[in-house]
């Protein structure tokens, strides 16, 4: 077998250094494993749960205001009116 006929070896990968920062939601402790949630993850956190707020507010304006009309228009019935 000449060296023509061989496969190419595999190209050499660079392993990076280690990175003393470090990047995500949580902090792991590799010694035990243990996580712990960085003040990044209650910030996600509280903005994700002010956005659901805002849209679930948004809903029911929307859906009051949709129900008041019908009722306007004598569209709606029977127990949706309420009663």
Known sequence: ????DR?????QTRV??????????VHVD????????????N????????ARRSQIATDRAGARRRD???????RLHGPQLGR
């Open 16 to 25: 990076p250094a280690a990175n003393p920062q470090r990047f995500g939601l």
């Open 68 to 74: 008041g009309n019908a009722r306007r228009e004598g």
């Open 43 to 50: 910030w996600y956190s509280d903005l994700i749960r002010s």
């Open 7 to 11: 496969a190419a070896p595999p190209p």
């Open 30 to 41: 590799f010694a035990t494993q243990k996580r712990t949630p960085k003040a990044s993850a």
């Open 1 to 4: 077998m000449t060296t023509t």
